[in-house]
């Protein structure tokens, strides 16, 4: 039966699956120990361990052309194997090697059985790096591999090495041999990417990427295997939240807003300067998006001081001048209180109000806000806004409370006090969570689910 992506990793090489680790006590067998250790059990989830370095193995050198200190790969003709006992009691191997130019040996200390895998006559590759002990040439850290005849068969040495993650158990060598095996008896495999996106953004195809990934001809092909991979991995993260997106717009009803309304017409009259191209699109963005009756993700990135928090605060007047209300959730209190200030600037123009001691211990804070010197234009109050963090107590913090269950607060600038589940929301239609990756995932969530 030929080999498939979904075949078992027995099906590879029953002998090199089943080949146990250790010299003195045999651990499990090597299929074992992949799905233990990497959860690998098929061919496919093989040839997605991918290596994690390499090592360039790939510069061949005579016997006469070593030079102590420096890496290579000699070709050679084993010539004798000696075995005998040092003076501590340990097994001590040497295997000599004759190239026609020189000879060269490799010493195996305590491995009595290298005695027996290296015979007389054989043909062996071997890299590793040279040096001189007691004036003969030997190689240090070597890796042997022994030919079969054609010089086609190199996995380990002669080459650009891949090393791959293993674990105790099963040794790099191992797993490079499984994936060698397995690419040599896997027929080439379709790609899972139409042709025209191939050409369109110039990548080799997956079965190649696949080959090279793991064993690489040159540092060209090994890019070019990268290059290809990496977009594999975004094009699927892409496609899970494209995918994502269609299924909350399908099954999910949202809160369709008034993104053009009396306080976002009067917060954009009264500003104390002109918002930039990118802060207008933005506005604009959100505001489409909060007029769809489908739920809303989305991601406002930019510099600080660009002016994200105009851009938030006309979002958060999008929900309440359509009868919801928002809430702001910063990670820090000084965070917080810099939002308040800012938000307190911008709405008192347009009749934004707060009695809260809170806002005012923000308020008095020596660092003005940006925001400050708006053109006064309502007088009447339109917003109630207030501040909860975890220095509000009393109550100050139960009268919050209770504006926020009631609905006479509209917008709330907050800390994690936002998501505790004493705090209930009449009517929350829109959460802004300032640096979000500085939140957990369950606090997040946590603020989405009090919403309407």
């Keep these: 039966m030929p080999l498939t992506l979904s075949s078992p990793i027995v099906a590879i090489d029953r002998k090199l699956a089943l080949r146990r680790g250790g010299?003195?006590?045999?651990?499990?067998?090597?299929?074992?120990?992949?799905?233990?250790?990497?959860?690998?059990?098929?061919?496919?989830?093989?040839?997605?361990h991918y290596p994690r370095r390499y090592i360039d193995r790939s510069r061949v050198e005579t016997i006469r052309g070593l030079q102590p200190g420096e890496s290579a790969t000699v070709i050679a003709t084993v010539r004798r194997v000696?075995?005998?006992?040092?003076?501590?009691?340990?097994?001590?191997?040497?295997?000599t090697l004759h190239d026609g130019?020189?000879?060269?040996?490799?010493?195996?200390?305590?491995?009595?059985?290298?005695?027996?895998?290296y015979r007389e006559g054989s043909e062996v590759a071997v890299s590793g790096v040279a040096q001189l002990y007691r004036?003969?040439?030997?190689?240090?850290?070597?890796?042997?591999?022994?030919?079969?005849?054609?010089?086609?068969?190199l996995v380990h040495t002669a080459r650009i090495t891949p090393v791959h993650p293993a674990s105790e158990g099963i040794?790099?060598?191992?797993?490079?041999?499984?994936?060698?095996?397995?690419?040599?008896?896997?027929?080439?495999?379709?790609?899972?990417?139409?042709?025209?996106?191939?050409?369109?953004?110039?990548?080799?195809?997956?079965?190649?990427?696949?080959?090279?990934?793991?064993?690489?001809?040159?540092?060209?092909?090994?890019?070019?295997?990268?290059?290809?991979?990496?977009?594999?991995?975004?094009?699927?993260?892409?496609?899970?939240?494209?995918f994502?997106?269609?299924?909350?717009?399908?099954?999910?009803?949202?809160?369709?807003?008034?993104?053009?309304?009396?306080l976002t017409r009067a917060l954009k009259a009264t500003l104390p300067f002109e918002?930039?191209?990118?802060?207008?699109?933005?506005?604009?963005?959100?505001?489409?998006?909060?007029?769809?009756?489908?739920?809303?993700?989305v991601l406002l990135q930019g510099d600080v001081g660009s002016g994200k928090t105009l851009v938030a605060l006309h979002a958060c007047l999008v929900a309440v001048e359509s009868g919801h209300q928002a809430a702001i959730m910063a990670p820090t209190e000084v965070l917080a209180g810099q939002h308040a200030r800012s938000v307190a600037d911008l709405l008192r123009p347009i009749g934004g109000?707060?009695?809260?001691?809170?806002?005012?211990?923000?308020?008095?804070?020596?660092?003005?806000?940006?925001?400050?010197?708006?053109?006064?234009?309502?007088?009447?109050?339109?917003?109630?806004?207030?501040?909860?963090?975890?220095?509000v107590t009393g109550k100050e913090r139960e009268r919050v409370s209770e504006g926020i269950e009631d609905g006479t607060i509209d917008l709330v600038i907050g800390t994690h006090a936002l998501v505790q589940e004493s705090v209930t929301f009449r009517d929350l239609s829109l959460a802004v969570i300032d640096e979000q990756h500085r939140f957990g995932l369950h606090q997040r969530m946590a603020l989405k689910g009090k919403g309407s």
């Design 353 to 391: 109000v707060t009695d809260l001691a809170a806002h005012r211990r923000a308020a008095s804070d020596r660092q003005r806000s940006l925001f400050a010197g708006a053109t006064p234009a309502i007088v009447e109050p339109t917003v109630r806004f207030a501040m909860l963090t975890g220095s």
């Design 82 to 95: 000696a075995k005998r006992q040092t003076r501590r009691h340990q097994s001590m191997v040497t295997v």
């Design 244 to 262: 994502r997106r269609q299924r909350l717009a399908t099954e999910r009803t949202g809160v369709a807003h008034e993104p053009d309304g009396p």
């Design 101 to 117: 130019t020189g000879a060269l040996d490799l010493t195996f200390f305590n491995q009595p059985w290298a005695a027996s895998l």
């Design 275 to 297: 918002p930039t191209r990118a802060q207008h699109e933005a506005m604009e963005d959100i505001g489409r998006k909060m007029a769809a009756p489908q739920p809303m993700n």
């Design 135 to 153: 004036g003969r040439l030997q190689l240090a850290n070597q890796e042997v591999e022994v030919l079969r005849g054609d010089g086609q068969d």
């Design 23 to 48: 010299s003195r006590t045999k651990g499990p067998e090597a299929h074992t120990v992949l799905e233990e250790a990497f959860d690998i059990t098929t061919v496919g989830e093989l040839l997605h």
């Design 171 to 242: 040794s790099a060598k191992t797993i490079r041999e499984l994936i060698w095996r397995a690419l040599e008896q896997l027929p080439p495999q379709a790609d899972p990417l139409p042709l025209d996106v191939l050409a369109t953004e110039s990548l080799s195809d997956w079965d190649a990427a696949c080959r090279r990934i793991h064993f690489p001809a040159d540092e060209h092909e090994l890019a070019s295997a990268r290059e290809r991979l990496k977009f594999d991995e975004l094009f699927m993260l892409e496609l899970g939240v494209a």
